[in-house]
């Protein structure tokens, strides 16, 4: 198959017989672009969806000349130009360079949403149904640019992506989308635009090449007198490459089509004679093969990373388009030698085109995902090409410019023949018998068709006969007097159809012919008949427009509905037919659970009574560890089992949420986690690191990126941002952290030591079972430093999880408004939360962001103030630090107990193993909740803070012993590192020195339990030597643990030696009374480092009293024993008194 397969119809053809079609008429409108008048915050949406460089363009006024000779050269077989020099085309790094768009990303495929109408989806994308401007699914562009050119001062968010969305799909439909009827541009485009942010993802550069391949090869036909596309890239490439009437550079700046941007000169139809003679004598040394290098200094980095794909061998994806790019017959364009290039793939047959275009995309997009794989690559530069071009001047078309003289002979004949025209049409023939009127046209027609057939060919002919039969139209039109119709007029007003005898009066009257009068009045007849059809079609065309409006408008007002009675929406009119198909899907389960029961009752020797409920919460094995990686097993959550662990919210046990509330939580959800997403993908300038490793946000571009009105009703001096991020590795799978994250009760056991309380106040969607996907609570959380010294946070968050992908889950929580919830902090959390990407070495990546504005109601101690004004308090270190020790203490508690060197050989087997730790979680959720300042415990503030900053709070033993427990609490500042600090705590040895229960007398560790990859997390059993042999059955429970933000706890609690035995055998140790006290121990915060903040709480039995009698003889005993043990720290450690 020769190479110029399509020659018979291409222009080339005509043109070399002498059939001239003339200046082709270029489609592309820029010049009302002028009138879009863009925002600033329209002009960052533009910038999002990818055009932020393009629109700077404008309009460049079009040289209609030159872009048909450029079309004359165009070979759509092979996407190429063919000049006398080689081949060459528009690659995708020119396209890069000229426009300003992308030419790497998504391919460009518009599809609406099945059984979409178009007026729908510019309802939902535009906010306005285009009234009688809508054909099909297209829509005029001057509703466009009337109904949006200009956004409304004070618009909404919602508004002003309107007006962008409008500006979008005109820009594109105007110029690299722009078809042959310019006038209406395709509403599928807005689907392209409905996100912005996805927008900006597409490869626009691609999509407007290959638009622009298939408009010029369409051109090149020699049918064809129009062309579309983006004619501003054809010819400002012919100017940075031939130098044929190239203007003077205007500017210096990118995109580089603005160098070229400016007034040009006037220019006529015989321009195309000269530009077609330039093109013949085209030279190499006249071609810049390589015009950009002088310009790379202004691309911007992201456009210069994707020149090389200028040499991909690939097809190109558009709009309902699919061209092939080739390089690699163009090769001299990047400086290297050209070769005879291979064959290309034969076009499809046009008339199957649609047939086709659904395979042609689907092996396109395979194509351009190898993209990179297909960069074509030659050796050296410039060289000897003697061989390509002997080749090439064998397969291409000879010069198209014909000699001077003759064309000048053709334009004579052209004048003559059209003035012969003129003179033709200025006969007065109406005075004429009706034969010699007829006789006399058709002799100036057959002379007229003479004269063309002699000197223009039949094409010209073809166009003369046109002519002629538009003159003949208009003659006929005029053939009548204006007296003669207004006779006819008046007689057809009082009769339409006049009888035989009528007409011929009306002939003899008049002068015509009584056919004439049969004929004029059958037209008339019709004219009207159409006249009234059409007036009829308007009037029920408004009529529906109205009725659909109405319809959409019932259509909103339904869904958004709302029972005045009961607060819900109304019941849906095929809510019977769903009860009706519930009630048979559920015969049907039930008959099914009888046939598994009864199978199930002849393995087990009896019959199944009771099933349980099929809706209870899962259990997780802990034997289900498979390959991925422990599951923790939530019984060992003493949640359940004690009141201490989770303190007890204010229940809403009938709460009832709306339709609309529940539709208005969802919203916030979905927003919230979008915002999420953004901030845990993106790093700068977002994010920026401080301290060399902190990831902190930066406030005014996250401003920028999420506009928001103030939650706290306007700018306070007092009103504080923290945010930061953090991530890490645990040693737990995905779906079992994502369950304990979305339970309230086993999210505060997995945190004892920053939730302070927590509660589910409404589960919106409970989500897919099995992997929480779509799940939304209604959550009240409240958050602490274990100090006396700090308030806590509280918050009402809608917590929401959604499965990005498999193994991969995102949680968020936000704020919400929520009028039953009263907080004191006035807090208010911006979208928080993690992602979590489970790993195929059963552990799971966990990111964390934390973003909060606070309202410091109270001044922050000075003590804490560092570690809370850096966010190291509340911050996303903190939560990542302390899920990675708390996942490793429940694995390790997994793990059988058969090492004798952490047992000591005490502990007897695994169930006393998992006793002492449940024992012990239950002694550390304890102990952190009598140390804080939580409002939603069951304590009695007894005395606030003294003047040694000692806080006594006191509250009614339940499952300790019976009595009034009084818990005392202070924090103190100590210059030492926190980890020689609890090294110094946690040691067995050095505890009589602090200790003043110990009285002086050594302590021995008689059972160890690791709990964790740090040799300092352990829970021991400590006995000690003291001389009194009552105490000899009292023995010491401690843990100890750090965390790799340096926050640490050592808690102990006093047991006797029964009860302890009773828990080593591995009985319920629910009921086993404990007295926690201990030390929290927490960087200080400060930039000079090394120092430690430390909060040591103590609670002591006050039997048969009540708290208001409480007398002064407890209240000093439990502060002596505090300033006692911390003054003891203080000396061993040479530290100051005043520290």
């Not at 960052?44 to 872009?67: D, H, Q, T």
């Not at 911006?830 to 964390?848: A, E, H, R």
Request: proline letters at 5%; glycine letters at 6%; a negative charge.
């Amino acid at each position: 198959m020769p190479v110029l397969y399509e020659q018979d119809k291409h222009v080339s053809s005509a043109i070399l017989t002498g059939q001239e079609r003339g200046v082709l008429r270029c489609q592309e409108r820029t010049s009302l672009l002028h009138h879009w008048k863009l925002t600033k915050e329209q002009i960052e949406l533009v910038e999002k969806a990818g055009f932020g460089w393009f629109r700077l363009i404008g309009s460049i006024s079009l040289n209609n000349s030159l872009i048909s000779a450029l079309v004359e050269r165009w070979r759509r077989e092979t996407n190429t130009f063919h000049f006398p020099c080689g081949e060459m085309t528009i690659t995708l790094d020119e396209v890069s360079l000229i426009l300003g768009l992308a030419v790497d990303g998504k391919p460009v495929v518009g599809v609406k949403e099945k059984d979409e109408d178009p007026s729908q989806v510019c309802l939902r994308l535009l906010g306005k149904l285009p009234k009688g401007e809508l054909s099909g699914n297209r829509v005029t562009a001057k509703w466009l640019k009337e109904s949006f050119a200009e956004c409304p001062k004070g618009a909404t968010m919602k508004e002003i992506e309107y007006h962008t969305r409008a500006y979008l799909i005109y820009i594109v439909g105007s110029t690299i989308f722009a078809t042959t009827d310019p006038s209406k541009i395709s509403v599928d485009y807005l689907i392209l635009f409905e996100n912005f942010e996805k927008a900006g993802e597409y490869a626009w550069g691609a999509a407007a090449l290959a638009f622009l391949y298939r408009q010029i090869g369409n051109a090149s036909q020699r049918s064809q007198s129009i062309i579309g596309g983006c004619l501003t890239l054809l010819q400002c490439w012919s100017y940075f490459h031939l130098n044929i009437d190239r203007p003077k550079r205007t500017t210096r700046q990118f995109p580089l089509a603005l160098l070229w941007k400016g007034r040009q000169q006037s220019r006529s139809k015989n321009d195309l004679f000269k530009y077609r003679k330039a093109l013949d004598d085209l030279d190499p040394s006249n071609v810049s093969w390589c015009p950009f290098e002088g310009d790379l200094d202004i691309v911007p980095q992201s456009f210069k990373d994707n020149l090389l794909l200028g040499r991909s061998r690939t097809k190109l994806i558009g709009p309902k388009v699919v061209e092939w790019h080739f390089p690699d017959r163009c090769m001299k364009q990047f400086g290297l030698c050209q070769v005879i290039p291979g064959e290309v793939p034969p076009r499809k047959n046009e008339k199957n085109h649609d047939e086709d275009l659904l395979e042609d995309m689907n092996t396109a997009d395979e194509e351009w995902m190898r993209r990179r794989e297909n960069i074509v690559e030659n050796e050296g530069g410039i060289g000897d090409e003697s061989e390509y071009m002997q080749w090439f001047n064998s397969i291409t078309v000879p010069k198209l410019h014909r000699d001077t003289s003759l064309e000048a002979d053709i334009m004579n004949v052209q004048a003559a023949i059209l003035q012969f025209d003129e003179v033709a049409s200025t006969l007065s023939l109406e005075d004429l018998h009706p034969e010699e009127r007829e006789a006399i046209e058709e002799a100036v027609m057959s002379m007229s068709n003479a004269l063309r057939m002699e000197f223009l060919g039949d094409s010209q002919n073809h166009d003369s006969s046109e002519t002629e039969k538009k003159n003949k139209k208009k003659k006929r039109f005029h053939r009548h007097t204006p007296h003669q119709i207004q006779r006819l007029e008046s007689t057809f007003n009082e009769c339409q159809h006049p009888d035989e005898k009528q007409r011929n009066q009306l002939s003899r009257e008049l002068g015509l012919a009584p056919r004439q009068i049969k004929f004029w009045f059958q037209n008339r007849r019709t004219q009207k008949k159409a006249q009234h059809e059409r007036a009829d079609n308007c009037a029920l065309k408004e009529e529906n427009d109205k009725i659909r409006c109405e319809n959409i408008a019932i259509r909103e007002a339904i869904k958004h509905a709302i029972c005045p009675n009961c607060g819900d929406s109304p019941v849906n009119e095929d809510s019977y037919f769903d009860e009706q198909k519930l009630r048979i899907e559920n015969a049907q389960l039930r008959d099914e659970l009888e046939r598994v029961s009864s199978i199930a009752a002849k393995f087990i020797g009896r019959p199944i009574s009771h099933l349980p409920p099929l809706l209870n919460p899962m259990h997780v094995s802990p034997l289900e560890l498979f390959h991925t990686g422990p599951s923790l097993d939530f019984d060992l959550l003493p949640g359940s089992c004690s009141s201490m662990a989770v303190p007890s919210l204010p229940s809403q046990p009938n709460l009832v949420l709306s339709e609309m509330d529940k539709s208005l939580m969802t919203n916030i959800a979905v927003t919230a986690m979008e915002e999420l997403l953004r901030l845990l993908q993106t790093n700068e300038p977002l994010w920026f690191k401080t301290d060399g490793c902190r990831d902190v946000l930066n406030i005014e571009s996250y401003e920028n990126t999420f506009p928001r009105s103030s939650s706290s009703g306007g700018k306070k001096n007092n009103l504080r941002m923290e945010a930061s991020r953090s991530s890490g590795v645990v040693f737990t799978n995905a779906i079992t952290l994502v369950d304990m994250l979305m339970d309230s009760v086993k999210s505060a056991e997995l945190f004892p030591s920053i939730v302070a309380s927590s509660k589910t106040l409404a589960v919106i969607s409970s989500g897919l079972r099995g992997n929480h996907g779509d799940a939304l609570h209604l959550m009240i959380e409240e958050l602490q430093v274990l100090s006396p010294l700090v308030a806590t946070r509280e918050f009402c968050v809608l917590r929401y999880c959604q499965q990005m992908e498999h193994g991969t889950w995102a949680i968020v929580n936000v704020s919400y408004e929520f009028p039953q919830f009263t907080s004191q902090s006035r807090s208010y959390r911006f979208p928080s939360g993690c992602l979590i990407q489970d790993m195929s070495n059963g552990y799971s990546k966990v990111t964390w962001v934390e973003h909060g504005e606070f309202e410091e109601q109270e001044l922050i101690h000075e003590m804490f103030k560092d570690l809370v004004h850096k966010g190291l308090a509340f911050g996303a270190e903190r939560w990542i630090a302390t899920l990675q020790r708390m996942c490793e203490r429940f694995t390790n508690l997994l793990e059988p107990a058969t090492s004798s060197l952490d047992l000591g050989g005490v502990i007897p087997s695994s169930e006393g193993k998992k006793s002492i730790m449940r024992l012990a979680h239950r002694m550390v959720n304890n102990f952190c909740l009598s140390v804080g300042t939580s409002n939603n415990t069951r304590s009695t503030v007894v005395s606030g803070l003294d003047e040694f900053g000692i806080r006594v709070t006191s509250h009614k033993s339940r499952h300790e012993p019976n009595g009034m427990v009084l818990c005392a609490a202070t924090s103190f500042w100590l210059p030492i590192s926190p980890q020689n600090v609890f090294n110094f705590l946690k040691d067995e040895r050095t505890r009589p020195q602090w200790d003043v229960l110990s009285n002086g007398n050594s302590v021995q560790e008689v059972a160890h339990i690791t709990n964790g990859s740090n040799p300092g997390n352990c829970i021991s059993v400590l006995r000690g030597f003291n001389a009194s042999s009552s105490q000899n059955n009292m023995l010491i429970l401690q843990e100890s643990c750090i965390d790799s933000s340096s926050a640490a706890l050592v808690i102990y609690t006093p047991v006797d030696l029964p009860a302890l035995n009773m828990a080593m055998s591995g009985q319920d140790t629910s009921y086993i009374p404990i007295l926690p006290s201990g030390f929290s121990i927490s960087p200080d915060g400060s930039s000079k480092g090394g120092g430690s903040l430390i909060t040591v709480g103590f609670q002591i039995m006050v039997s048969g009293l009540q708290p208001a009698k409480l007398n002064m003889e407890s209240m000093e005993t439990v502060n002596n024993l505090i300033n006692t043990t911390v003054h003891q720290i203080k000396t061993t450690l040479n530290c100051p008194s005043t520290a």
